[in-house]
């Protein structure tokens, strides 16, 4: 059965930096796209950063050149690396398994999601 397992979150200063992993399994991740969303509280949950099966990556624009998406298929890892953060970056964060190779932003599993709070 697929199997996404988060990591990394905790309590940061605001200009922090975070690091988050995503342990996949039970499907092959090499074909599937990625993605990391947020959900802040009562707030909808988002698409922060994606990644398709072949590397190529979006960003929502309030993280555009702080954070960074990566994947390593030989580990079956997806990364999302966060830096300069701001406390409305705070929210639980998700790892998603995208439907297709490419990010279309319709995930079909999701992980139990960790957070992240930032603090002023």
């Known amino acids: 059965q697929v199997q996404l397992v988060e990591s990394g979150g905790g309590l940061v200063q605001a200009g922090g930096s975070l690091r988050l992993s995503c342990a996949a399994s039970?499907?092959?991740?090499?074909?599937?796209?990625m993605g990391w969303y947020r959900q802040a509280p009562g707030k909808e949950r988002e698409l922060v950063a994606a990644?398709?099966?072949?590397?190529?990556?979006l960003y929502t624009g309030s993280v555009k050149g702080r954070f960074t998406i990566s994947r390593d298929n030989a580990k079956n890892t997806v990364l999302l690396q966060m830096n300069s953060l701001k406390p409305e970056d705070t929210a639980v964060y998700y790892c998603?398994?995208?439907?297709?190779?490419?990010?279309?932003?319709?995930?079909?599993?999701w992980g139990q999601g960790t957070q992240v709070t930032v603090s002023s």
């Open positions: 998603a398994k995208d439907r297709t190779r490419g990010h279309t932003g319709q995930a079909d599993y």
């Open positions: 039970g499907f092959t991740f090499g074909s599937y796209a």
């Open positions: 990644i398709s099966s072949g590397g190529s990556t």
